[in-house]
């Protein structure tokens, strides 16, 4: 059964940060490229971040470029996002996801989301 679990989330002040977790179970992800997508009530889910387990190439979104970094650990099959500088505006629900298809900001591209992992950012 492959599970996808999201955890690391809070609420936190403007200008702090947090390291969310993905932990993947079920079968290794060490060749699959892996996403962070957030979504707040009445938005669409859109893209944050992405990255390739071999290789070492990542994407970010423009609104989170320069303050996210993503990672992983494939001993641990594990993906995280380090979210520095944190706005108010990075409220949402944090979701990963494994990278199924071509394209990597598109939400159709990924599938096996996790069940999100809530920020809350106060200012």
């Known amino acids: 059964q492959v599970q996808l679990v999201e955890s690391g989330g809070g609420l936190v002040q403007a200008g702090g940060s947090l390291r969310l977790s993905c932990a993947a179970s079920?079968?290794?992800?060490?060749?699959?490229?892996m996403g962070w997508f957030r979504q707040t009530i009445g938005k669409e889910r859109e893209f944050v971040a992405a990255?390739?387990?071999?290789?070492?190439?990542?994407y970010y979104a423009d609104s989170v470029k320069g303050r996210f970094k993503i990672s992983r650990d494939n001993a641990k099959n594990t993906v995280y996002l380090q979210m520095n500088n944190l706005k108010p505006e990075d409220t949402a629900v944090y979701y990963c996801?494994?990278?199924?298809?071509?394209?990597?900001?598109?939400?159709?591209?990924?599938?096996?989301w996790g069940q999100g992992t809530q920020v809350t950012v106060s200012s």
């Open positions: 079920g079968r290794t992800f060490s060749r699959d490229a």
């Open positions: 996801a494994v990278k199924v298809r071509a394209g990597w900001y598109e939400r159709r591209a990924y599938d096996y």
């Open positions: 990255i390739n387990w071999y290789g070492g190439t990542t």
